[in-house]
């Protein structure tokens, strides 16, 4: 007879949860970029949609955490897996917020041709919901390395910004009449930017349940 | 039900109690005295089927008390006089036509202090199958196996059946009781502290064979130890100087007790 075998099958089913919670995030992310490069209204829209679906999941996993905290108690590595899920699914919704805001921008995107292919955005896409992925998966499996790559990928998701934003204001500045565009590009590239940050908060987390250590306690 | 019958051999007594509705216990206004000494006052509470029930409260609340009269373990007691109903599988228990064997086989009872008999392991499983008239050995074998497996200590204990089972640990000695109290296949299990004599790992055993057990029996727990109701309960009832202050779901009461009383005893400020 094991004991704890009630407290491991909860903890198996908070894992379950916390990685649908982040499939679903990835997908916004991948459909709101899609949404953006093939300027599909109805795709931005479906995304903002989706984030209902983030928020419950929120909502059911940290009721899933109140009851494993009262019903089995966790101590030793079992609270610390339960306390600093509670944090991760905050970042979690962020970014799902995040990625409903990029659905939201497309939606209400003008009825005209883009001003610049948004490769570099599509490329920022790809790297916030591959960090997104990474952190989590490195925090349910207390990865310390991987947790490691998406702290380091942040930097490249920051000189994507940078250099989106750059390209951008030079639009401006030799054509007033792309500003609303610009304006609006400029934003979701800051969004993925902040959806890279969260995965960065995530990976933190990750990196605690390893060491007990986390940088903002340093 | 045909095999239940079969194993003891006591239809005639058992066909007064109904477990097929959602209700295995039913308390309704019961008063019990000690003499003079009012110990419950008023208490109302519906045990579901199926549900672990657990009774927290301070030393001389009641709390164990109500437990020994739902199978008339007070009638021992000198001078304890029991006012109101309580009706188990749908059979008001204090009628005077009650059969107190039929009704002791159907409710279960496991004590604090393991109290195993001074024989071997197979006998004490065997005890009450064999005081219900249960006479064939193979029978017997079954039971003993079905009454150990369900405590989940088979596995442990099959090389061990002629053993004494004096010899075991306090931890497999509770639970070889909880085996015993089995081996007639009662509906309800009365626990009166059941781990305090124990240590964490044996408790943590007892309480998921109390998960298990769920499913075939329906629980009620006396125990001093909040942490073990929340852990282990559906619902709770937080008892105070005779009274039933609250009674409800587990997780409502210890996240948003209603009843001021139940929150400064669950959080430790007073009892």
Known sequence: MTTRKYLDEELGELHSRLTKMCGITESMINDSVRALKTLDRTLGASVSETDKEVDELELEIEKKCMRLLLRQQPV???????????????????????????????????????IREPERIQRMGDLAAAM?????????????????????????????????????????AADSKTADQAVMLLMIAKYLEKIGDYAVNVSEWAKYLVTGVHKEYQ | MKDRITETGAK????RFDFTGET??????????????????????????????????????????LLKTLNRMNDLVEGCRVEGKITVGGRDIYAKDTDLSALRKNVGMVFQKPNPFPMSVYDNVAYAPRTFGVKKKD???????????QAAMWDELKDRLKKSAL?????????????????????????????????????GKIEELCEELKQDVTIVIVTHNMQQAARISDKTGF????????????????????RPETERYITGRFG
Do not use: W
């Open chain 2, 239 to 258: 008892f105070l100087l005779g009274e039933l202050i609250e009674f409800g779901e587990t997780e409502e009461m210890f996240t948003s007790p209603k």
């Open chain 2, 139 to 149: 029978l017997l074998d079954e039971i003993v196996e079905r009454s150990l497996k």
């Open chain 2, 12 to 15: 005639n007594r058992l066909d």
């Open chain 2, 24 to 65: 295995a216990v039913r308390v309704e206004g019961v008063d019990l005295y000690y003499g003079d000494f009012q110990a419950l006052k008023k208490i109302d509470m519906t045990v579901k089927k199926h549900e672990i029930t657990a009774m927290i409260g301070p030393s001389g609340c009641g709390k164990s008390t």
């Open chain 2, 167 to 203: 010899g075991l640990s306090g931890g497999q000695q509770q639970r070889l009781c909880i085996a015993r109290a089995l081996s007639v296949r009662p509906q309800v299990l009365l626990m009166d502290e059941p781990t305090s004599a124990l240590d964490p790992i044996s408790t």
């Open chain 1, 132 to 172: 997104i992925h990474q952190s989590v998966e490195a925090f349910l499996n207390e990865n310390r390395g991987g947790a490691d790559m998406v702290i380091r990928a942040d930097d490249e998701m920051d000189a994507l910004f940078l250099a989106v934003k750059e390209d951008l204001v030079k639009l401006m």
């Open chain 1, 76 to 114: 030793a590595k079992d609270l610390i897996k339960v306390t600093t899920a509670l944090k991760v699914i905050t970042d979690i919704e962020r970014i799902g917020d995040q990625a409903a805001d990029v659905g939201e921008i497309v939606r209400q995107f003008p009825n005209e041709e883009l």
